[in-house]
């Protein structure tokens, strides 16, 4: 009995936490409009929600306002998340999602002609550092400083622990969200924090390198997937829940990944 009179109020905490009705149909399968693993719901996810906001907690805390180019990011992420700065955001493909009021521009910012020197105060970038091979890594670095005036801001995973992690999850079969950006950092190798340092020490810029999310946060993200089918609204709760209670600074523990702030 005491068990039970513990489950019940715990029960009723969690629907509390559940926003809406329920929906009338029974199927299993959430209907497209409540999908929270379609955008733009998807954006919510709770590990790209935290490594977006704690980079422009990062940016906001050396700045105050100015311009940036977000690399990498075709849903323009951090047009919301850095209101204060005129953020310009550019990808290699076409832009998936473009919010009202921001920008877009596709290009290949490495090359040369994309953007001019010193054309924007920073760049930043999250998560696409690891998705380069890494012969081609120092030019990214190179690009990001040469058409920044003052910084530059790159995270992404990096590390022993973040490599053990992402194996044990790929090697799962059912946690299957993100494979194939998974599958990606296997094939072209995380990078490494000493590997970084030299980069960074050969090119000559101040650079510092700091941990932004952490092994724990990054797996606990992946309690809920697609193939698991619960109820949308559940789904939306947790990572609702993830994302209100996620510190502004990362915790002890191993690193997921990193940020890199480079000043020119």
């Known amino acids: 009995m005491a068990t039970r009179g513990f489950v019940r109020p715990a029960v009723r905490r969690v629907r509390r936490l559940l926003t809406g009705s329920r929906p009338a149909t029974t199927e299993t399968r959430p209907q497209p409009d409540l999908n929270p693993w379609s955008l733009p719901s998807l954006l919510d996810h709770p590990d790209g929600y935290l490594r977006h906001k704690r980079l422009a907690a990062a940016v906001r805390a050396d700045h105050r306002s100015g311009t940036v180019l977000n690399v990498g ?44 020197e010193d054309s924007f105060d920073l760049v930043c970038s999250t998560d696409v ?20 005036r003052i910084a530059t801001y790159i995270a992404f995973p990096a590390g022993p622990d973040a490599a ?14 993100f494979r194939d950006a998974l599958e990606e950092h296997a094939m072209n190798g995380l990078p490494q924090p ?16 700091r941990p932004l999310t ?17 109820r949308p609204e559940l789904v939306r709760a947790y990572w609702r829940f993830l994302d209100r209670t996620a510190p502004d600074q990362p915790g002890p523990g191993p690193v997921y990944r990193y940020l890199v702030v480079a000043r020119n």
């Open 73 to 116: 990011d075709p849903f323009c992420q951090l047009h919301g998340l850095l209101p204060e700065f005129e953020v310009t955001s550019t990808d290699l493909e076409e832009a998936r999602l473009v919010p009202e009021g921001a920008r877009f521009r596709r290009s290949d910012f490495t090359e040369p002609e994309a953007f001019a």
């Open 129 to 148: 550092f690891e998705h380069i091979p890494r012969e081609r890594r120092r030019a990214f670095v190179e690009a990001a400083l040469r058409v920044s």
């Open 164 to 177: 053990i992690a992402e194996e044990m999850i790929r090697c799962t079969r059912s946690r299957v969200v």
């Open 194 to 209: 000493a590997e970084l340092e030299q980069l960074l020490s050969e090119i000559g810029c101040e650079y510092e390198i």
């Open 214 to 230: 952490t092994v724990v946060e990054w797996l606990t993200s992946f309690l809920m997937c697609p193939g698991d089918w619960e």
